[in-house]
């Protein structure tokens, strides 16, 4: 079975601050993908990164940047530079490669909530 | 490009009743994937079609389901409604039906309570 746990519930920060996000998976598949996905107030999820299982590349676009981890399994995501704009709930989400392919598993998420 | 439209954006339907949410993905996109997102149990796969077919299915009741037109537009439907159904329903779409090989793009979702 595959488990994503994003064990921050609610960070809060001020604007300029850099913020991590924690996401832990667990799944027996040897090829999967990771993603990371923003839910504004809107409701409407967006995707921001996928990374593959065997591209351990870290990834930086913009304010963003992307720290991918097998050994411990962990796919974290950095903002830095924090803007009012990024307060939203992030999802770190999983998928495998046989049979569960087409099917996301999220993690619970994390709100996070920039201020002035 | 438009995006994955959704309708409706919100509908109040009471407990027995039948509900059909509709979804049309992005153009050329022949995926379509329904997750539903409720307070206790977050972000849930429901099912995926891929060329009017299901191809999987997530860990729901018989009383949701679903079907894909030739045009890739797809609906679900949720019969014999139970207070539980009230939630936020997402649909995604993805280019090609390889799963992970191609991130899913979410609609703004329906917003269904039952009452």
């Known amino acids: 079975a595959q488990k994503v746990t994003q064990a921050q519930t609610e960070i809060s920060v001020v604007e300029k601050e850099d913020v991590t996000l924690d996401c832990v998976y667990e799944?027996?598949?040897?090829?999967?993908?990771l993603f990371w996905y923003k839910q504004p107030p809107s409701g409407e999820l967006v995707f921001l990164i996928r990374r593959n299982s065997f591209d351990e590349q870290n990834e930086i676009s913009g304010r963003y940047s992307w720290n991918f981890q097998k050994s411990t399994s962990s796919f974290n995501f950095t903002i830095t530079a924090s803007q009012v704009v990024d307060s939203a709930v992030y999802f770190c989400a999983l998928s495998g490669n046989t049979g569960t392919a087409s099917k996301l598993t999220f993690g619970t998420g994390t709100r996070l909530q920039v201020t002035l | 490009k438009a995006g994955v439209t959704q309708t409706p954006r919100y509908l109040i339907k009471t407990r027995g009743q039948q509900v059909t949410l509709s979804c049309s993905p992005i153009s050329g996109h022949r995926s379509v994937s329904w997750y539903q997102q409720t307070p206790g149990q977050g972000l849930q796969f429901l099912f995926e079609?891929?060329?009017?077919?299901?191809?999987n299915k997530g860990n729901f009741p018989g009383r949701f389901s679903g079907r894909q037109f030739s045009n890739s537009r797809s609906e679900m439907n949720v019969s014999t409604l139970e207070l539980g159904d009230s939630a936020l329903y997402l649909c995604a779409s993805s280019p090609r039906g390889a799963g992970g090989l191609y991130e899913q793009y979410f609609g703004p979702g329906t917003r269904l309570t039952v009452t």
């Open positions: 079609y891929f060329s009017e077919t299901q191809r």
């Open positions: 799944t027996r598949d040897t090829t999967y993908y």
